[in-house]
């Protein structure tokens, strides 16, 4: 295999400044699941140092020997002025949100409250696979509507999902991804507001998980779900953790709609424990003081995704990788490559590079797979060099 330079030249940045033998120090989930011969660019880490904010932030509360239980408001109240100055919504109330564990625990919790075992969940697949695996756990039947031919929410095709899971017994919810977990598409304030209207409809409460929200490319507008008109019932769930890379320090927060504070009042407090006083604090200084940091990320991530498409174009024209909106992610429809249901595998296997197979996603899923963009340059083309090698 081609070696790999060990920092990347030019403009500095957060995806230009570690090299792979610095980032194979690591010990997460990324860089530990596979061998050292495997290039990692599948689950959802970031290949950056921290932002100085951050790292100031928690190293003086480790100076001070504060590392004890999470308090206060100060991490809901540094939210909303970013939510404020970055979506143009001031509608995020402090006294209706909560502290979480992370985001896919809050929506646990939240589907506690808004639903019963055996109560339908619907989901758009392809989705993130834990979308599934959590509901199904839960003993909540899933029902799937899966995304329209350009990746956007079907309408006709949710409000029929809401039709069959409103009828019989029990509560539905529905799961909304936004923006969209593998897709990267960004939902417009018209197709939430058709969404918030057939749950209405319904009588089906949505969920919604807005992690991705900080990672929304410059020139697109996020639009929360609690922001249009009808989703006063609704519940969603924030965090800076995957726009500042900060998945091991736990901290999310979940936030209720005018008509759902009651709902959220009823979080058992033992779930306010499970968050880490050190994400809180970390979180809360991404949000109040990491903002340029993200912003030269966006811009990166903006480069990373043009320079995937011209590598596939030069290597992989077969491969489409679907336009995105947001997040650090790349879905690629590699069912011109006839590599059966799981090309991932055999990038995998040939070429020793580790992308998220398509399948786990749910319909839509087969002959894809999920790339993460959040690395250098020199690796992002290293990775697409062992893909079209894998073929060969």
């Known amino acids: 295999m081609t070696s790999i330079p060990h920092g990347t030249p030019g403009e500095p940045g957060p995806l230009r400044t570690l090299g792979l033998e610095r980032l194979r120090r690591r010990t997460s989930m990324k860089w530990r699941t596979y061998p050292d011969d495997v290039l990692p660019l599948w689950v959802a880490e970031m290949d950056v140092p921290l932002a100085e904010p951050v790292v100031r932030a928690v190293t003086d509360a480790l100076a001070l020997g504060d590392t004890g239980y999470p308090a206060g408001t100060a991490y809901a109240e540094a939210l909303a002025v ?22 896919m625990l809050g929506v646990v919790e939240m589907l506690k409250l808004v ?7 619907v989901v758009n697949p392809p989705v993130y696979p834990p979308f599934f695996q959590f509901a ?18 079907d309408l006709a095709g949710l409000e029929e999902a809401f039709q069959e899971a409103a009828t019989g017994p029990g509560r539905a919810a529905y799961l909304l991804c936004s923006p969209h977990n593998p897709t990267g598409t960004v939902h417009t304030a018209a197709e939430l507001t058709a969404v918030a209207s057939l749950a209405e409809r319904y009588g089906v409460r949505v969920v919604a998980d807005e992690i991705h929200a900080p990672l929304v490319a410059p020139g697109v507008t996020f639009v929360p779900y609690l922001a249009v008109p009808g989703a ?69 991530l903006r480069d990373n995704r043009r320079l995937l498409t011209g590598l596939l174009a030069e290597h992989l024209p077969a491969i489409r990788a679907y336009p995105a909106e947001a997040t650090c992610l790349a879905w ?17 296997d040939r070429g020793r590079v580790a992308l998220s197979p398509g399948p786990p996603f749910g319909a839509g899923g087969a002959g894809h797979a999920r790339l993460n963009l959040a690395t250098s340059p020199a690796i992002l083309t290293e990775g697409v060099r062992r893909m079209a090698a894998s073929l060969r």
Do not use: Y
Not at 115 to 121: F, H, L, N, R, W
């Open 232 to 300: 006063a019932r609704g519940l969603s769930l924030l965090s800076a953790s995957k726009g500042w890379n900060l998945a091991g320090l736990k901290a999310a927060l979940a936030v209720a709609g005018p008509e759902a504070a009651a709902d959220l009042a009823r979080l058992p407090e033992e779930v306010s424990h499970g968050p880490s006083h050190l994400g809180v604090i970390a979180h809360t200084a991404a949000l109040r003081d990491g903002t340029a940091w993200l912003d030269a990320l966006l811009a990166q």
């Open 136 to 153: 199904e756990r839960m003993d909540r039947r899933v029902v799937q509507a899966p995304l329209d031919a350009g990746l956007r929410i």
């Open 332 to 348: 690629l429809d590699c069912r011109a490559l006839g590599l059966g249901d799981d090309p991932a595998q055999v990038f995998l």
């Open 82 to 103: 970013f939510a404020a100055e970055r979506w143009n919504w001031d509608g995020l109330a402090v006294e209706r949100t909560a502290i979480v564990p992370d985001v």
């Open 115 to 121: 639903t019963g075992p055996g109560d339908p969940v």
